[in-house]
Structure formats: structure tokens, C-alpha cells
């Protein structure tokens, strides 16, 4: 046990005898006060959901994403790094240059979670192990921010929500965007009916380049002496050691989930929250491998069709969501959510709100049948259309055109861990992206998986968040 663990959990414990002497003195305050036994445990059951003035944070895989969870969390107050844990001995070398020696390091994250200085763990590890670590966490005690998707399969959702119920612990899902400005406006101009009713939205993430097709680097030590490839296979079929696959693991269905999981789970988060959405009802998706076919068993092009039912406010409406790898033309990457009275287009740095309403009166001419009337005709339908219309029936609204930018410097990735680390110190579940909302944003993008390898639509009931 290396001397800063052993300092930790001496730290650990006197701040659990002093906190059993203030437990103590409020048994007595109420005795004196007439207050009932209850009083003082709840006072009790409220003090446990509240950490100390600093959070603690360990990260489980320390790959790319893994290293930006880390370096975003502490870009909030109050926050301390204290462990880490990757099956590539390589990372936890940069964890401890990057992040200080002291940093306790490990290939295995029971480790970390046996650890009771740890009060929160970010789990940023390849997607078939989001589940078991997060269940696991949550049954140690530990509040849990987990990347997206939260699961890989949609069998593993319920089981997930139900270890977070059980636990009382505050659990975030990492699709960031939510947490910026741009989307809370976005969702106030929908509420507020500025785009009408929503009938359409598209999205598209486009990308044509070896690294944003998921082909990183892979380091020239990579080695079954270097890496845990057993543990890395989990449940999934056992093979000899491969580098690709460890480290290019988002091209593999067995590890990942594909662009659907990646990419289209980070624009449905998006549309659920600016429309207050549980999700579609019928899903549909269709693609293939056109160009990235250096062994990966995912699709670098896929088109998705997803119908959203009536709920609540919003009537019927449909979205279609596509990435291509392998965009060798203009890409421009974009979100529009289309209404009857307008649109919102989502970019980088803000969004565009555009009104545009029609005229009462539908107009008649050009391209339209009134030409093949008989002129008797024509005039008869000139003198109803008169009487029926009026001259302000006749204009319609000239079009609107607003722009909101984000708020300047700010960082909506920094942003999502404070709304985590601020609920985990009220000793509240309900963060921005608690695992309801998480498996409401992931199992329809799963379903993109199905229908495309099933190549049949998928049925699912977003209320019960269950195949249906």
C-alpha cells in the first residue's frame, strides 16, 4: 500500500469518528429539545448522501475520452483526482505524468471501488463494460458518471436503473451538449411554441479522415505483456491478443456500438431534451461498410428513420439521423428541428431560430390548376375567393430571423460535471441525464443496431423502455 493511500484512509477514518461524535451530540440536542428518536436519523440518512467538502474521483479507462471526463471534472471547484484504473499499463504511466505521482493506479477497478475515500467514479471504458462497472459501483456505494451510451444492449438498461434506485447514489450519462446554453434556449424557444408544432427533425454527423473514422494510433509496446486482454474480452468470444481491437475497439460490435451508439446517441440526447421527449416508437435503419474496410464489422454509412409519437404537447413527428465516413464532398454537419411556424438550426457556437408563418389565404395562379378553369369559371372563382379572403389574409408574417450564440468561454463539458458534482452534494438522483433519461437516449440508437443487422424495423414502447 503505497504511503498517500495509507495517508487517505487514516484521513478517511477520523473523519468517521468525529462524525459519529456530531451524530452523537444531535441525539442529545433532541432528547433535551423533546424532538423523537426519528429526528436525528433522518438528520442521519441526509448526512450520507452528502460527501465531504471535497468530491473525490477515480476514473475507470483512461483512453481518450477517459482523459477529457477527467480533465473536465476538475475543472470544477472542489473536486480531487485520487485514482485511476486501465488495462493498458502505458495509460497509467500518463495518468501519473499528467495528473501527479501520488495518483493511485491499477489494472483493476475493484480496486478502486474497495477504496472508501472514493466518493464518485467516472467510467469512461469501451461500451460492453458501461453495465458491469456501473452496477457494480453503484453496489459499493459510489456515485457514478457514466459515458454514453450508458449500456450496449438494451437487455442491460432495467437492471442498470434499478442498482441506481436501490443505491440512492447520483448517477449522470456523459452526452454533454445538454449542459450548454445553447440547448437550455433551445428548449425554452420549443416550450414557448416559437417554431409551432414539431413535424421533422434531421441531424447528420459526417466525417472523412483515418482518426475520426475511429483508426487512432496504436503504441509499439501494445503486447499481452502490456495490456489485460483477457479481462478487456469480458463475456465476448476469446481470441488471441489483437491491438486493433483493443485499441480501435469502437469498430467492433462486440466492444462498441458502432456510429449508432458513438454518434447518433449524442443527437438524440439533444432532440430529448430541447423537446422534452421519451422517445420513438418505430425505428428503423439502414447502411453498409463502403469505404473503412480495414476489418472492422460496423457500418461506416447508416441512415436511421425514427418515428416519435404523440406525448403530452408534442403531436406525431419524425426524425432522420445519418453519419457518413466516408464524406469525400462538403461537409457540413447540422441539427435542424422543423415546426409548422419555423425551424431551429443547431451549430458549433449557437443556434438560428427562423419564423416563418403562411397567410390565411392559400393564393391561386402559376403552377395551379385555376389556368385550365373556363374563364366564366375563373371569374366565379375570383369573386368567392374575394368575399372569402381579406387583404390581411392574403400577407403572410415576413420571415424572422434570430441568432443566439452560447455564453462566451463557456464549457459545457466542465458544465455537466457541476450539475453531477452539485446533485451529488444535495444528495439528489435527479441530475440533467440521470439513467432513465440515459437509457431513453440509448435504446433507440441500439435499435438502429438491430434494425440494421436484423434489417427489419424495430417496435419500442418509450414509456415502459421496452421492446415492444
Known amino acids: 500500500m503505497d504511503k498517500m ?105 475493484r480496486e478502486i471501488l474497495n477504496r472508501k475515500d472514493i466518493d464518485a467514479v467516472l467510467i469512461a471504458t469501451p461500451d460492453h463494460w458501461h453495465d458491469k462497472i456501473t452496477i457494480d459501483a453503484l453496489n459499493a456505494g459510489k456515485h457514478v458518471y457514466c459515458e454514453k451510451p450508458m449500456v450496449q444492449a438494451i437487455n442491460e438498461g432495467h437492471p442498470v436503473i434499478n442498482a441506481w434506485k436501490k443505491s440512492g447514489k447520483t448517477m449522470q450519462v456523459g452526452s454533454q451538449r445538454i449542459s450548454g446554453s445553447v440547448f437550455q434556449e433551445a428548449k425554452k424557444l420549443i416550450a414557448a411554441g416559437e417554431i409551432g408544432q414539431v413535424n421533422y427533425v434531421e441531424s447528420n454527423n459526417d466525417r472523412f479522415s483515418a482518426i475520426g473514422a475511429w483508426n487512432y494510433s496504436i503504441p509499439t509496446d501494445a503486447s499481452p505483456a502490456t495490456v489485460d486482454w483477457d479481462t478487456f474480452l469480458k463475456d465476448t468470444a476469446k481470441m488471441p491478443f489483437d491491438a486493433n481491437r483493443f485499441f480501435r475497439w469502437r469498430n467492433y460490435k462486440n ?62 413527428f419524425q426524425m432522420v439521423l445519418r453519419v457518413n465516413f466516408a464524406n469525400a464532398g462538403a461537409i457540413n454537419n447540422n441539427t435542424r428541428i422543423i415546426g409548422s411556424e419555423g425551424q431551429i438550426d443547431f451549430g458549433w457556437d449557437g443556434l438560428t431560430l427562423t419564423k416563418k408563418k403562411l397567410p390565411k389565404a392559400p393564393g391561386y395562379g402559376n403552377y395551379d390548376s385555376y389556368f385550365t378553369f373556363s374563364e366564366s369559371q375563373q371569374k366565379d372563382f375570383e369573386k368567392w375567393y374575394n368575399e372569402k379572403y381579406s387583404e390581411a389574409d392574403r400577407k403572410g408574417e415576413p420571415v424572422k430571423e434570430i441568432k443566439i450564440k452560447g455564453k462566451e468561454g463557456e464549457d459545457e463539458h466542465a458544465n455537466h460535471f457541476g450539475n453531477f458534482f452539485e446533485n451529488i452534494r444535495k444528495g439528489s438522483q435527479a441530475t440533467i441525464e440521470d439513467p432513465i433519461f440515459g437509457f431513453r437516449a440509448a435504446a433507440p440508437v441500439l435499435a438502429c443496431n438491430d434494425s440494421y443487422f436484423q434489417k427489419k424495423p424495430i417496435s419500442w414502447d418509450p414509456v415502459a423502455m421496452k421492446l415492444a
Open 5 to 109: 493511500f495509507s495517508f487517505e484512509i487514516s484521513t478517511y477514518k477520523n473523519f468517521k469518528m468525529k462524525r459519529r461524535d456530531f451524530i452523537s451530540s444531535l441525539g442529545t440536542v433532541a432528547a433535551f429539545s423533546g424532538v423523537s428518536n426519528a429526528a436525528p436519523f433522518n438528520i442521519i440518512k441526509n448526512l450520507k448522501n452528502s460527501p465531504n467538502d471535497v468530491i473525490r474521483i477515480a476514473t475507470i479507462g483512461m483512453g481518450i475520452q477517459g482523459h477529457y471526463d477527467t480533465k473536465a471534472a476538475l475543472k470544477n471547484p472542489g473536486v480531487e483526482f485520487v485514482a485511476a484504473a486501465d488495462l493498458y499499463t502505458g495509460r497509467l504511466e500518463r495518468v501519473k505524468a499528467d495528473f501527479g505521482q501520488n495518483i493511485f493506479t491499477t489494472r483493476d477497478y
Open 255 to 316: 466492444y462498441g456500438t458502432g456510429v449508432a451508439g458513438d454518434l447518433f446517441v449524442h443527437l438524440i440526447t439533444g432532440v430529448h431534451y430541447v423537446m422534452d421527449s421519451k422517445g420513438p416508437n418505430r425505428i428503423f435503419a439502414s447502411g453498409g461498410l463502403r469505404y473503412w474496410k480495414e476489418g472492422r464489422d460496423v457500418p461506416d454509412v447508416m441512415v436511421a428513420i425514427l418515428d416519435y409519437p404523440k406525448s403530452g404537447n408534442l403531436d406525431p
